[in-house]
């Protein structure tokens, strides 16, 4: 059974940085695709980040620049640097790990900037 964890979120001032963590055990199928997402409070959930061999690593107007996502090549796990984070950042961030066999989501993990 697949699992998917993020972990990482927080307060933080504006300007300030958070390094997101998604770690995923049981996957026995090749990834196709892994992405981060976030939904604002009375918003819908929008793309932040995705990742995919064919079309590597494409990031969403608001946070080209600011964040990174990456890869620990030694397991599954994915982190996302941001920096100069802003209030409009605040959000729920969620993972998502897409396979030949169906897509997973995490718990989400909250992160509140403001001063």
């Known amino acids: 059974q697949v699992h998917v964890v993020e972990s990482g979120g927080g307060l933080v001032q504006p300007g300030g940085s958070l390094r997101l963590s998604c770690v995923a055990s049981?996957?026995?199928?090749?990834?196709?695709?892994t992405a981060w997402y976030r939904q604002a409070p009375g918003k819908q959930r929008e793309l932040v980040v995705s990742s995919a061999d064919d079309t590597g690593t494409v990031y969403s107007d608001s946070v080209r620049g600011r964040f990174a996502a990456s890869r620990h090549n030694a397991d599954y796990t994915w982190y996302l640097q941001m920096d100069s984070l802003k209030p409009e950042d605040t959000a729920v961030y969620y993972c998502?790990?897409?396979?030949?066999?169906?897509?997973?989501w995490g718990q989400g993990t909250e992160v509140t900037v403001s001063s």
């Open positions: 998502n790990i897409n396979t030949l066999r169906g897509a997973w």
């Open positions: 049981g996957i026995v199928f090749k990834i196709t695709q």
